[in-house]
């Protein structure tokens, strides 16, 4: 199963390809949304690489996608900025599972 990178970031889609990760640039949300939609059909994704500032836009949607636990997996990585909500991982438990994590 292959990877798949969907950003409109040409460093991390140059930085990604020298690691041999296959990535679509997407300019606006609507060729943004439709890549995911397309490649959450692909049966040869296994994982679906989003940078933050691309989940944003399609936040519901990849939230809707998680939630019915199919592959492909989608991750989310930092901008070249680093900017990622600084609890991010105790977010996304709450928002996955649907419990409160310990430091709540």
């Given at each position: 199963m292959r990877s798949i990178l969907l950003t409109s970031n040409e460093d991390i889609i140059n930085g990604l390809r020298l690691a041999g990760v296959r990535s679509v640039k997407c300019n606006d949300r609507a060729e943004l949304l439709k890549n995911f939609r397309t490649f959450t059909k692909t049966e040869d994704i296994?994982?679906?690489?989003?940078t933050y500032s691309s989940f944003k836009e399609i936040k519901d949607e990849v939230l809707e996608f998680k939630l019915t636990g199919d592959l492909p997996l989608v991750v989310t990585i930092p901008d070249l900025d680093g900017g990622m909500e600084d609890d991010f991982i105790l977010k996304y438990v709450r928002e996955s599972v649907g419990v409160k994590a310990v430091g709540d």
């Open positions: 296994g994982i679906i690489i989003l």
